[in-house]
């Protein structure tokens, strides 16, 4: 047999026995805790009518006041930035991004005056036109994210790809231009 499990059972009346508690003992051992003076004294402070209280949430109204100005930082910054990134020039960023981007805007330009693009019936090719703006647009971003690439060469992958894509664009206007005079003379020839 374990040695506790033998000692419980020699001592088990010993055991057993519940001593009295003296419950007014304690409760004056108690109340005398509570009794004891303290030296400190409370001073009663005016509050300024130009004070603002904060009061227990003091870290909620610091973290909201830091958001509110991060934010209002943030805004301010791209309002700014959009005036001012889209006229970086090329060659500043890169000699040779800058000697493509002139090759390509000469094709480009060249196409233009092949299509009599100022003349070109907006309406009738609205879905090209639809075409070439949201290209466009997607270029003032890639130009106002230019100054954060580091690397050149993805750099002037990304440039070539919108000349590549714009030049594109210009020809299936020219097609479609082409398509839709033809139609319009065959009208024309029924007619007569």
């Given at each position: 047999?374990?040695?506790?499990?033998?000692?419980?059972?020699?001592n088990?009346?010993?055991?057993?026995r519940?001593?009295?508690i003296?419950?007014?003992?304690?409760?004056?051992?108690i109340a005398?805790g509570?009794?004891?003076?303290?030296?400190l004294?409370?001073?009663?402070?005016?509050?300024s009518?130009?004070?603002?209280?904060?009061?227990?949430?003091?870290?909620?109204?610091m973290?909201?006041t830091?958001?509110?100005c991060?934010?209002v930082?943030l805004w301010?910054?791209?309002?700014?930035?959009?005036?001012?990134s889209p006229?970086i020039?090329?060659?500043?960023?890169?000699?040779?991004?800058?000697?493509?981007q002139a090759?390509?805007?000469?094709?480009?330009?060249?196409?233009?005056?092949?299509?009599g693009?100022?003349?070109?019936?907006?309406?009738?090719?609205?879905?090209?036109?639809?075409?070439?703006?949201?290209?466009?647009?997607?270029?003032?971003?890639?130009?106002?994210?230019l100054?954060?690439y580091l690397?050149?060469?993805?750099?002037?992958?990304?440039?070539t790809?919108?000349?590549?894509?714009?030049?594109?664009?210009?020809?299936?206007l020219?097609?479609?231009?082409?398509?839709?005079?033809?139609?319009e003379?065959?009208?024309?020839e029924?007619?007569?």
């Amino acid at each position: 047999m374990d040695p506790l499990e033998e000692f419980i059972l020699d001592n088990r009346e010993e055991l057993d026995r519940i001593e009295e508690i003296e419950q007014e003992a304690i409760w004056q051992r108690i109340a005398g805790g509570f009794e004891q003076k303290t030296t400190l004294r409370v001073v009663e402070k005016k509050i300024s009518p130009w004070q603002i209280s904060i009061g227990r949430n003091w870290l909620i109204t610091m973290a909201a006041t830091f958001a509110l100005c991060i934010g209002v930082g943030l805004w301010f910054v791209k309002g700014t930035d959009t005036a001012t990134s889209p006229s970086i020039p090329l060659a500043d960023f890169s000699p040779e991004l800058a000697e493509e981007q002139a090759r390509y805007m000469a094709l480009i330009s060249q196409k233009k005056e092949e299509i009599g693009f100022d003349q070109v019936d907006r309406k009738a090719f609205q879905e090209v036109f639809e075409e070439l703006k949201l290209l466009e647009d997607i270029h003032g971003e890639y130009l106002n994210d230019l100054p954060s690439y580091l690397a050149k060469e993805e750099v002037i992958h990304t440039l070539t790809k919108y000349y590549e894509r714009k030049i594109r664009i210009l020809e299936r206007l020219s097609r479609e231009m082409e398509k839709h005079y033809q139609q319009e003379k065959r009208k024309n020839e029924k007619r007569i």
